[in-house]
């Protein structure tokens, strides 16, 4: 039997990495998914829109892709769950609708995957009609989302469904050429500047557009799609640096998101009938893990990647985890069952790990990321 070799290739190496994460909570599925589209088809900008139900965030992905990727709404909410897709200037992730009828809990979901996406750029879709209506809950939501936001995560707002606009008879563009349309453009563009500045957000800008067309795949009816250029303009192109601390805060966000599972899994571990000592002792070992996960967390985000090896190497060897859990669970004379599966839920916090070290940020992934695609 030939013995199964790491692949060579950084980015085939990442990826298998991150195969060997769990993907169990939104979070981690959604930062997983973020980084296998960035590793997959190259790095490119994070791009996400977050918006009221029906504002058409769904409809501009589709305009920007120039196909029918993604299904959008009449009137039904038909964007359910957050979706990350790769085009070709970005990465995009796509939200379901805030406000959405009787959803309350959604802002706070939208929230946690754009936190967990990490986006370069937020938009802010607003439909031309609705500038001015019921704002402030809007407002609320977008704080909730930015304040999960790298520092880096610039925001645009996108004044959408321009069309509709008075006057109704004309709806081909260009929007701003007759004088009624313009002047009623320039006034939703203008009060959604107001009330951004008016709840001090530090907005690049704000741009109208129109992103309506038919699709039946890749093929395209009614196209009234306009002024979408300037959206690509505050993308700027990936650099060695810019890779890099985004990788580097990608996978301290992913050491975040299992520490949190872990913590979570030391508060529902059950033993049959447990004393109070194997409780303690069980939680204690999950703290162990926990602080090692830290370790990586601190050497991610700061300069102590040189220690990273040792400290993973040191807790994590083949066995070393499962057989710390076997050892206490042989002290206390736990049954065998509940301590295997106690066990086998810390091996896989420790190959989770494992897999995290070996996607360290170095320079042949960064440069892997940024080589042209085919
Ligand atoms: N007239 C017009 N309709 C639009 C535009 N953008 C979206 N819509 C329509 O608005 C509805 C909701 O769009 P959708 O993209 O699903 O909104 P989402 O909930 O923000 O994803 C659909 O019927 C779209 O066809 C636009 O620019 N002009
Ligand atoms: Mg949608």
């Known amino acids: 039997m030939v013995a199964m070799r790491p692949p060579d290739d950084p980015r085939a190496r990442a990826l298998a990495a991150l195969d060997a994460l769990p993907t169990d909570t939104p979070t981690l599925d959604l930062a997983c998914a973020t980084l296998r589209a960035l590793l997959t088809h190259g790095a490119r ?28 709404g009449a009137v039904a909410d038909t964007t359910l769950r957050p979706a990350v897709r790769a085009l070709d200037a970005m990465v995009w992730l796509d939200t379901p609708g805030l406000r959405a009828g009787g959803r309350t809990r959604r802002a706070a979901s939208v929230a ?40 880096w995560t610039r925001l645009v707002a996108v004044v959408t469904r321009v069309d509709e606009l008075a006057p109704p008879d004309v709806n081909t563009p260009p929007f701003d050429a007759d004088p009624e349309k313009r002047a009623n453009l320039i006034a939703a563009t203008t009060t959604l500047h107001r009330h951004l500045l008016r709840g001090g957000f530090a907005l690049e800008r704000v741009i109208p557009l129109c992103a309506d067309a038919r699709w039946e795949g890749d093929r395209c009816r009614d196209d009234v799609r306009w002024n979408l250029a300037p959206l690509a303009r505050p993308i700027v192109a990936p650099t060695q640096r810019s890779v890099t601390a985004s990788l580097q805060s990608r996978l301290a966000a992913l050491c975040d998101a299992l520490v949190a599972r872990a913590v979570d899994e030391a508060r529902t571990v059950s033993l049959r009938a447990p004393s109070d000592r194997q409780r303690a002792l069980l939680e204690g070992l999950h703290r162990t893990l926990v602080a090692r996960l830290d370790a990586l967390l601190a050497a991610f985000v700061g300069d102590g990647a040189a220690t990273l090896g040792a400290t993973v190497g040191d807790t994590f060897g083949p066995g070393r985890a499962g057989e710390l859990v076997r050892s206490v669970f042989d002290r206390l004379g736990a049954r065998e069952m509940a301590a295997d599966a106690a066990a086998a839920r810390v091996r896989a916090l420790g190959r989770a790990v494992r897999a995290l070290e070996s996607l360290r940020p170095d320079e042949a992934l960064v440069r892997a990321m940024l080589a042209p695609r085919r």
Request: glycine share 10%; hydrophobic share 45%.
């Open 45 to 72: 900008p994070a791009v996400a829109a977050v918006g009221r139900r029906g504002a058409g965030k769904s409809t501009l992905l589709n305009a920007l892709a120039n196909r029918g990727v993604a299904e959008v």
């Open 112 to 151: 946690e995957a754009v936190r967990a996406f990490q986006p370069d750029v937020l938009w802010f879709l607003c439909g031309a009609s609705e500038v001015d209506a019921g704002i402030d809950d809007d407002l609320r939501d977008l704080r909730t989302s930015l304040d999960g936001c790298p520092p």
